[in-house]
């Protein structure tokens, strides 16, 4: 039981180019959601998706876009990035349902990223 | 989504000293008070939650205690040691909401227990 998967860990960008960070997860859980960790600022919400289907923006979606690929799997998309997107992402989850535990996020392990 | 405040944004405790941080929020329809403890270089987890119709939870040394009509709930660690120095999270929110709701955090404390 792997909870929640990121790939990839590390990655260096150069402005301008595009890539896609993954998150799966394994808990069969209905709302996944991205946030960025910058100094000072804490976790802010760039996405997220509360079930099966569905997207939607968060505090700060600009230069990012998502995908629900299906319920285990959702994606974030930085289609031309800039020095502004260097950060750390998180991916969580949560099952969002009437039962013990539901409200519980669970954290993917994080993705560093640089755009030089 | 919720707008979230914590205060202070940093702490520095002495061991064996009390550290309080304070959540402010602003949708009066939360009904859920998580906190989130992020240890350096790794992901946030859930220490302590509790729901709006109890107003205070402990487990062990840590208590959250919740005050709806002020819109705010604390987080309360006694005997601090060296391993609560930490980033401290609040996100509260409307649980079991399964349509459309942002969880928005706050923008963390930081505290840093000194032996």
């Known amino acids: 039981n792997a909870g929640v998967t990121q790939t990839p860990k590390f990655q260096v960008l150069k402005t301008g180019q595009s890539m896609t960070l993954q998150c799966a997860q394994d808990?069969?859980?209905?709302?996944m959601y991205w946030y960025r960790q910058d100094p000072g600022m804490g976790l802010r919400l760039i996405y997220y998706?509360?079930?099966?289907?569905?997207?939607d923006k968060g505090e700060v979606p600009n230069g990012y876009n998502v995908s629900r690929l299906n319920k285990r799997e959702f994606s974030l998309r930085l289609e031309s990035a800039a020095p502004s997107q260097t950060s750390v992402y998180f991916c969580?989850?949560?099952?969002?349902?009437?039962?013990?535990?539901?409200?519980?996020?669970?954290f993917g392990a994080g993705s560093r990223l640089t755009v030089l | 989504g919720e707008n979230v405040e914590q205060h202070p944004s940093t702490l520095s405790v002495q061991e064996g000293d009390s550290a309080v941080i304070k959540c402010t929020y602003s949708?009066?329809?939360?009904?859920?008070f998580p906190w989130y403890k992020q240890e350096l270089g790794k992901r946030p987890q859930l220490i302590i939650d509790?729901?709006?119709?109890?107003g205070e939870k402990k487990d062990q040394r840590i208590a959250v205690t919740l005050n709806k009509t002020a819109k705010h709930f604390s987080l309360h660690i006694t005997e601090t040691q060296p391993e609560d120095s930490a980033v401290y999270f609040c996100?509260?929110?409307?649980?079991?909401?399964?349509?459309?709701?942002?969880?928005?955090f706050g923008k963390g404390t930081s505290l840093l227990v000194t032996p």
């Open positions: 969580a989850s949560k099952r969002s349902t009437a039962t013990t535990g539901a409200n519980v996020l669970t």
């Open positions: 808990m069969n859980h209905n709302s």
């Open positions: 998706s509360a079930s099966e289907g569905t997207t």
């Open positions: 949708d009066s329809a939360s009904n859920y």
């Open positions: 509790i729901r709006s119709n109890v």
């Open positions: 996100a509260p929110y409307r649980r079991n909401s399964n349509s459309g709701y942002a969880l928005n």
